[in-house]
């Protein structure tokens, strides 16, 4: 019968300091051991496993294919030994460090102002929150949750729907009051269309004339690789964009966005979700908890439809430009 090995989190966790320090001496250091020590446990794992796990050489170490699979595993056994030690010495109280990837416009619109409250309800857990309108890869960037806006792509990742926002094309006041206003499809053609560098963008906005679809091309001067960055070109004045309801409600009931073509605007609504690493059923009582308090917390309702706003000033309502653009 073969020996079991009472201290493999041990092995375990010295090789996940050596990964993320970048070195033995690092990792030793951390550990209370000597680097000659560290090293003769990962030999000793190396062997076990029947793998390399590492490139050493005299300036850096580079982990082979096996080692990364092993590393990325080994990060999440060690987070749930310590969620069950935590859960067993505290009652099962949510503890611990929780990883959110999102957007910057929904960061900043809708998991930002969420902190606090829900600090004040989890006091015992830490976020580190990142945002970028990057799609990030949950594993790879070892984020615990991402929240994303739109469709999702067929994936292994679970979905947990926080809500929907509505779209709606838009133009500053001083934007539409140089350029007109457009009355139909048509003349928007002549208008600076702003678009985004997302890598699942649309090339199109969608528009509902007669009962069908027809898609006009985003065609601009300018592309924005952010949410908000597309915003505050468009209060600018520099163009006219597509932007989600939730990002730009209080803009348009202060007047500061006007909403155009809203008669043949096919009003989809976009989802909103929390995806997360967790088929199988096991979820970390730390990013359970995130997870509730967001799903409880998010309210988008109003954000599918447009608010009131004042009258913009001075916006005319249909003047065509002198040199279309093409």
């Known amino acids: 019968m073969p020996r079991t ?12 300091q050596v990964v993320d ?28 496993l029947g793998t390399r796990l590492l490139h050493r050489s005299t300036r850096k170490l580079q982990l082979t294919p096996e080692g990364q699979l092993y590393y990325e595993r080994a990060v ?30 929904v960061g900043q619109r809708l998991l930002l102002p969420l902190v ?23 594993m790879e960037e070892r984020a615990d949750i991402a929240i994303r806006w739109g469709r999702l792509p067929s994936s292994d990742l679970v979905a947990r729907k926080l809500g929907e926002t509505g779209l709606a094309i838009l133009g500053s006041p001083g934007y539409l009051a140089r350029h007109g206003t ?30 069908r679809q027809l898609d006009v091309p985003i065609v601009g001067n300018v592309r924005a690789g952010d949410g908000e960055s597309l915003r505050q070109l468009v209060l600018d004045g520099v163009g006219l964009g597509r932007l989600s309801l939730f990002h730009v409600r209080g803009d348009i009931a202060a007047g500061l966005l006007v909403p155009v073509l809203e008669e043949y605007n096919p009003h989809e609504l976009e989802p ?3 995806v997360y690493l967790g088929k199988g059923g096991r979820l970390p009582a730390r990013v359970r908890a995130v997870l509730d308090f967001l799903s409880a917390s998010v ?4 954000a599918r439809y447009l608010p009131r706003a004042d009258p913009a000033p001075n916006v005319p309502p249909n003047r065509r430009r002198a040199h279309p653009r093409k």
């Open 5 to 16: 090995e009472l201290n493999r989190s041990g092995d375990m966790e010295a090789f996940v």
């Open 21 to 48: 320090r970048g070195s033995f001496s690092a990792a030793a250091a951390v550990l209370g051991m000597t680097p000659s020590a560290v090293s003769k446990l990962i030999a000793r794992l190396e062997a076990r």
């Open 76 to 105: 999440r056994v060690l987070a749930d030994l310590d969620e069950a030690e935590h859960s067993a010495a505290a009652d099962g109280t949510p503890r611990g460090r929780v990883s959110i990837n999102a957007s910057a416009a």
């Open 116 to 138: 606090g409250p829900m600090l004040q309800m989890h006091p015992q857990i830490q976020l580190d929150i990142s945002l970028t309108d990057r799609v990030v890869d949950l």
């Open 182 to 211: 457009p009355a139909t499809p048509q003349e928007l053609l002549a208008h600076n269309r702003l678009g985004n560098t997302f890598r699942r963008s649309q090339p199109d906005w969608p528009l509902k004339v007669d009962g």
């Open 272 to 274: 909103i979700h929390a």
């Open 299 to 302: 309210d988008l309702r109003e």
